[in-house]
């Protein structure tokens, strides 16, 4: 099932999903031979390296935990692979490249059998392994000198929010109206202001963009805070699902109690239609609201949910809303796959002897940095406690 996990992606968004530490710390627990992740990483010969990118995750984590057969493994895909700049990717992006001794060579290796254009490429600058690769490779160095002289002469465009500062209301207005990459942080600057016109540019369909979106609206919305209070009401019951979802959000940020029904619906309506994106905004909302009667709904999205990151929002959620079911829950967090839930699930989870020896674990687990200091404030609550 491990080797099944691996070899094939699951993850419902592979930009924010986790399940490169829980793996590879399910096959160091096992004690798991790595033949079948090899085997699966040099069988694939296709041009996309999504089927083999969660392996190459996994492997680089190992040898934090003293596996050196999968710096082995790596070592061999980084020069021999079809996707090997996404095995140096994996490297530099788990920290194993401060492992000592375990790379000696590997860049020798690397640019040995690659041409200028491919490193050029590959190279991410001032990203590991390519900033070691450059103390010891002139031409990696001179790649990476070039890609940061090519950032620090790139222009710096009237779009950013500290070149609107002083402009005038109007010429903001004016901004929004015309389009373009300004249209964004034109919004905020008159968000920032308190100017109420940000309720026309929300109803105006010709703002919107081909989702039906108005990008930089929420977060203006956000700054005039309460008093967006009485048009997101009236938002809510308009039909129109752009001024729904803008409403739903101001009620998420500020409203109170008598919201509590909109945002109950959201969360059920987002549940039913597998909107999980969509049902963490009126989680957390509901969690601070301590609405009780939204905690059924938080545990069934917390057991149902396939997009791993959302179940940080539910169980914050459930804290707000059902502190005992939530306490339950983060005992489990605490072995979720990802650190913001195993963060969370650290500060929550009921004291049992069994919990301090797991946040013992997450304190010293060199595959999850994150969760550190989550773990080691726990623990020290508890030690102080009477």
Do not use: K
């Not at 992606?9 to 590879?24: C, E, F, I």
């Not at 003293?66 to 992006?93: F, K, M, N, P, Q």
């Not at 905690?295 to 179940?311: G, I, N, Q, Y």
Request: net charge negative; aromatic share 6%.
């Amino acid at each position: 099932m491990v080797y099944e996990c691996v070899i094939t992606d699951t993850r419902w968004d592979r930009q924010v999903d986790r399940r490169d530490s829980y793996l590879a710390g399910l096959i160091g627990r096992l004690s798991l031979p790595l033949a079948p992740i090899e085997q699966h990483l040099f069988d694939h010969d296709g041009d996309d390296d999504e089927p083999v990118e969660l392996a190459l995750q996994v492997l680089a984590l190992l040898p934090w935990a003293g596996r050196g057969d999968a710096a082995t493994i790596l070592r061999r895909y980084a020069v021999e692979g079809r996707h090997w700049s996404s095995a140096l990717e994996a490297i530099g992006g788990s920290g194993a490249m401060r492992l000592p001794g375990l790379w000696d060579g590997l860049a020798d290796d690397v640019v040995a059998v690659r041409d200028h254009a491919q490193l050029a490429e590959a190279i991410w600058c001032d990203a590991e392994p390519w900033t070691t690769f450059a103390r010891s490779q002139p031409q990696v160095r001179r790649i990476v000198e070039e890609l940061r002289a090519s950032r620090s002469h790139r222009p710096v465009g009237p779009h950013l929010r500290s070149d609107l500062g002083d402009a005038e209301s109007g010429e903001l207005i004016r901004l929004v109206t015309a389009g373009g990459s300004a249209r964004r942080w034109a919004l905020q600057e008159l968000g920032r202001r308190g100017d109420s016109i940000i309720f026309e540019f929300a109803a105006d369909p010709g703002l919107r963009n081909a989702a039906g979106w108005t990008p930089g609206v929420p977060q203006a919305l956000r700054h005039l805070g309460t008093v967006a209070l009485p048009q997101a009401r009236a938002w809510v019951g308009s039909g129109d699902d752009t001024l729904v979802a803008f409403g739903e959000g101001v009620l998420a940020e500020v409203g109170d109690r008598s919201d509590a029904p909109v945002l109950l619906a959201a969360l059920r309506r987002a549940f039913a239609s597998e909107e999980w994106c969509a049902a963490e905004l009126p989680a957390r909302a509901l969690g601070r609201l301590g609405v009780r009667e939204a905690a059924d709904e938080l545990v069934a999205l917390w057991e149902s949910t396939v997009h791993s990151l959302a179940r940080e929002a539910f169980l914050a959620g459930l804290q707000g809303c059902a502190p005992q079911e939530a306490a339950r829950i983060a005992i489990e967090g605490l072995d979720d796959c990802e650190p913001t839930v195993q963060q969370a699930a650290c500060a929550g989870a009921r004291d049992t002897a069994w919990v301090r020896s797991r946040l013992l674990e997450l304190a010293a687990d060199p595959s999850a940095p994150e969760v550190h200091q989550a773990a080691h404030t726990r623990l020290r609550t508890l030690a102080d406690a009477p």
